[in-house]
Each structure stands twice: as structure tokens, then as C-alpha cells.
T-cell receptor
Framework: ETGVTQTPRHLVMGMTNKKSLKCEQHLGHNAMYWYKQSAKKPLELMFV???????ENNSVPSRFSPECPNSSHLFLHLHTLQPEDSALYLC????????????FGQGTRLTVV | GNSVTQMEGPVTLSEEAFLTINCTYT??????LFWYVQYPGEGLQLLLK?????DKGSNKGFEATYRKETTSFHLEKGSVQVSDSAVYFC????????????FGAGTRLAVHP
């Protein structure tokens, strides 16, 4: 039990589909993150939310659209994806204070066909 | 800016061998340093951490010491087991503003009987 739950664990979608990834945490944290992990590439920070406000967007293409309705939930809405977007998408949460560790979900393995 | 550099893998060892995975960092201020581990098909789990210079983090036989003078946080274990086979990530969190973790590229460790 990591405290951070991601659904679904696996997702296959066509390039014209629209889907959403969900992340939920019950750790009382106020910061949430989306990371992308591709084969043979470093972990890429995509978005950061603090107290439901987006505080970082690392030049992520607009076909990825995050949503943070409250401090416990984070979504990543996907549309018109490309095959190179296939990756493991990891959600994490942490206290908002600097210098604290993040807790990760198990990830969603996304395959775009 | 902040960054983390890890030795490239894969690292292949025999059971009971000594392990070192090098990690160096560049940061402004006084970051906290972390080692995370990722087992196959899983998200990242915190392995150990150190929050200030000369601190030693330890867990499950792994150790790392926060060396400010050499900006390093090398991971060591005296005797590895097959079950230690995983990908290891060095990370830092910034010491100002909102919390954000920056990861190294990861080092894959394979331990053989």
C-alpha cells in the first residue's frame, strides 16, 4: 500500500481516442506531480500542482491536459496522442514544503497504437 | 539550475558482491537528497534519504552519505542479493519555493546467483 493509487494500471488507446488517467492520494499532501518514464530516458517531470494550482508545466504538449480538482485527486486527460507518447506515467504526491520526499503510485502503462 | 548525474548502467554483480552507484548533484541552496528504487512493473519507492551535509541515510543494508564538499551521494551496499535487482534513482529536492524532485537517469542493477 503506497498511499498513492493510480488507475488504470494499463491502457491501450488509438491516436484518435480520448482517455484519462486518475491519481488519488490519502496522505494529506498538498503537492501532486505527473512524471513520464520512457524506455532508456530519464524520468521527466511533466506537471506540478500545489494546493490545486499548477505551479509547473515543463513544456508539455497540449495533447496532455492535467486537472487537479482537489488536493487528493489528479487527472491527466489524453487526446490525439502519438505512438511516441507510449510510456509509464507516474503520479506522486508530497508535502508542499521543500526538501521533502515524494510518494509514488505504481504507474499507468500507456500504449498508443 | 538543479540537476543530478548518476553512473550509467547496467551494473551486473554476483550475489554477495559490494555495490557502489555514484551520484553527484548540482543545486542552489541546501537540497535534501534521496535514493529511490524501482522494481520491475512497479512505481518508485523511497529507499533512503539525507537532509543535510554529512548525514548518512540507511535502509535494508544500503547506505549513502551526503557529501557537500564533493556534491555527492553515492549509494553503497556491502553484500547484494538477487532480490536487489532493480533500477535505482538518485534525486534531490529543492530547498526553496514549492517542493520539486529532480531525478537522475537511473542505474539498472542486475545481481546473479
Amino acid at each position: 500500500e503506497t498511499g498513492v493509487t493510480q488507475t488504470p494500471r494499463h491502457l491501450v488507446m488509438g491516436m484518435t481516442n480520448k482517455k484519462s488517467l486518475k491519481c488519488e492520494q490519502h496522505l494529506g499532501h498538498n503537492a501532486m506531480y505527473w512524471y513520464k518514464q520512457s524506455a532508456k530516458k530519464p524520468l521527466e517531470l511533466m506537471f506540478v500542482y500545489n494546493f490545486k494550482e499548477q505551479t509547473e508545466n515543463n513544456s508539455v504538449p497540449s495533447r496532455f491536459s492535467p486537472e487537479c480538482p482537489n488536493s487528493s485527486h489528479l487527472f491527466l486527460h489524453l487526446h490525439t496522442l502519438q505512438p511516441e507518447d507510449s510510456a509509464l506515467y507516474l503520479c506522486a504526491s508530497s508535502p508542499e514544503e521543500p526538501n521533502t520526499e515524494a510518494f509514488f503510485g505504481q504507474g499507468t502503462r500507456l500504449t498508443v497504437v | 539550475g538543479n540537476s543530478v548525474t548518476q553512473m550509467e548502467g547496467p551494473v551486473t554483480l554476483s550475489e554477495e558482491a559490494f555495490l557502489t552507484i555514484n551520484c553527484t548533484y548540482t543545486a542552489t541552496g541546501y537540497p535534501s537528497l534521496f535514493w529511490y528504487v524501482q522494481y520491475p512493473g512497479e512505481g518508485l519507492q523511497l529507499l533512503l534519504k539525507a537532509t543535510k551535509a554529512d548525514d548518512k541515510g540507511s535502509n535494508k543494508g544500503f547506505e549513502a552519505t551526503y557529501r557537500k564538499e564533493t556534491t555527492s551521494f553515492h549509494l553503497e551496499k556491502g553484500s547484494v542479493q538477487v532480490s536487489d535487482s532493480a533500477v535505482y534513482f538518485c534525486a534531490l529536492s529543492n530547498s526553496g519555493g514549492y517542493n520539486k524532485l529532480i531525478f537522475g537517469a537511473g542505474t539498472r542493477l542486475a545481481v546473479h546467483p
